[in-house]
């Protein structure tokens, strides 16, 4: 029903208002008891669960970072059959974002174009939102949506100051997210990937790491488990250092992968829009990307694959390549709720 009669009304509208009316449906049916109708089924069998990180996932299929910044819809979301929700990128103060127009369907190549720049309403904002899921340490994990809390920098913060940025996010939400990425892979935010050079990388790690084990020791709790997430587009060379880099400040996985700023292969017309391509596009370079970290560690590192997914055989072979969990995010736009039960219906 979603790509036969919604989807084709959905795209005739400007993409980011589409995504408001979205959420004010999504929030609508929900409160009328009506969500069951849109609910991917066979999300929560027994044999789908997945023991990362420390954590127990009910299944494999979340949904990415970028599609609930705010954590304003995480509980109607998780009803749709996601496995756990990636809030966010959040940074300390609330921004705006880039200019619109600033999100882009490519139709033809089955992506979107995006240069949102970490637009978000601020950390605490997102906060008290996830305080009506409770704190992680006090509510049972089958009573909650399971949450990541991925964190990054305000745009007017130099990056010599971007640890700050991090740690206060990482505070802010350290009772009420079950895990933690790192985002220092979006295009969006003038100079940010840079952060992902070894030595500057390595000591925002090693600075969050430090503080995840004052704040758990002041709390008698575990540890947060910190992930990374990575740009498409690094080098081998690249790569092999950021499996050194885990390696070093012992973090507990990677999420492969953002978006990338390549351009190879595309037809539609808004191409050459400015921005982080996702999609289709990507689905064989963030399989490599998986492939090549899985096979290199050994098989060592956890890892989330993202990029691309856009069938049950695209998570398959994310899956195969070596990544224990996958995330939806275009896909989840292209091909609506039913993708998450088919993945789920494809491993039982």
Known sequence: MY????????FQ???????RTTFKALRWL????????????????ES????????TFPNPVGLAAGFDKDAKLYKELSGLGFGFIEIGTLTPRPQPGNPKKRLFRLKQDGAIINRMGFNNEGVDAAVERLKKNGKVAEVAVHERVLIGGNIGKNKTTPNEEAVADYEYCFNALFEYVDYFVVNVSSPNTPNL???????????????LQLLN??????LNQTTKPILLKIAPDLSEAQLRDIIDIVAETKINGLIATNTTIGRD????????????????????????????????????IPIIGVGGIHTAEDA?????AGACLVQLYTGFIYEGPQLISKINKALL
């Open 265 to 300: 292969g595309l037809t539609s017309e808004n191409k050459d829009e400015v921005g982080g391509l996702s999609g289709k596009p990507l689905t064989k370079r963030a399989t490599e990307v998986i492939r090549f970290l899985s096979k290199e560690s050994g098989g060592d």
């Open 193 to 207: 990937r840079e952060l992902q050079d070894k030595k500057p990388l390595t000591n925002l790690l090693n600075n």
């Open 213 to 218: 084990k004052q704040r758990s020791e002041a």
């Open 30 to 45: 929900h409160r009328l008891g009506l969500g069951s109708l849109f609910a991917a089924r066979q999300t929560r069998h």
């Open 3 to 10: 790509k036969q009669l919604i989807r084709p009304i959905l």
């Open 48 to 55: 789908l669960q997945r023991e990362a990180f420390g954590l």
């Open 316 to 320: 398959q072979e994310k899956l195969a």
């Open 13 to 19: 509208f400007d993409p980011e208002k589409v995504h």
